[in-house]
């Protein structure tokens, strides 16, 4: 067999900051038993990305993973996603020890599966987004780009999370529900009536719904 046919392994990059970035950088060394390198990207006063780091990666023989947590609305992961795609890299999603993803599941690039995490049948988990460990998406359920769903969140069947949605830990969205886009939902419960775009739900307050309309 000639070198050329041997197929190349590539290496694995897990690039971001905080916590996110030791949980994938575990996870995926974990779920593939391979090396996986975790390189910390900062920003500056003007919140620019130092993108330095990943000089010393061949893009065209590594694979990468953008990890940063739900913060600014998931967007900081989003825009370090959006730099790695332009330097060349192929983005890489991960799914945990324990976590199931049926065999009809569509998850997109840059996708987080938690350990115990389920992604159910015929279920969509689109790019860029984060389902942490023991959530539950149920039968054609679609979670949008850009998405932040916390432990032991439960979606129903056919619900639809919108892009940049945060789902946090104890809520659980009823079958066939939608919730907009560029919601925080942070008070625990059952919601069975769909959320209309820009709603935070948030425990600090008396009122716990408060809308940004535009």
């Known amino acids: 067999m000639s ?13 971001g900051g905080g916590d996110m970035l030791d949980l994938a950088t575990r996870a995926w060394s974990a779920a593939t038993g391979d090396p996986v390198i975790g390189v910390e990207i900062s920003q500056g006063v003007d919140y620019a990305f130092n993108t330095s780091p ?3 990666y061949d893009p065209a023989t590594t694979l990468l993973f953008a990890a940063f947590d739900e913060r600014f609305g998931n967007f900081k992961r989003a825009d370090l996603m959006r730099e790695a795609l332009a ?15 049926a065999p009809d599941a569509k998850v997109g690039p840059n996708v987080f599966i938690g350990s115990g995490a389920i ?15 023991g959530a539950v998406i149920d039968y054609g359920a679609r979670v949008k780009a850009s998405c932040w769903i916390d432990s032991g969140v439960t979606i129903g069947r056919r619900a639809e999370i919108g892009a940049h949605c945060i789902l946090r830990m104890g809520v659980a969205v009823a079958s066939n529900v939608k919730i907009g886009r560029l919601c925080d939902i942070g008070v625990p419960g059952l919601y069975r009536t769909d959320v209309a775009s820009k709603t935070v739900y948030d425990p600090r307050y008396d009122e716990p719904l408060v809308v940004y309309g535009g």
């Open 119 to 133: 992604v159910g049948a015929g279920s969509v988990v689109e790019f860029n987004s984060v389902v942490h460990a």
């Open 54 to 56: 990943l000089d010393a």
């Open 87 to 101: 330097r060349g890299f192929q983005l890489a999603s991960i799914t945990a020890p324990g976590g199931v993803v």
């Open 3 to 15: 070198t050329s046919s041997i197929p190349i392994m590539k290496s694995k990059l897990v690039a």
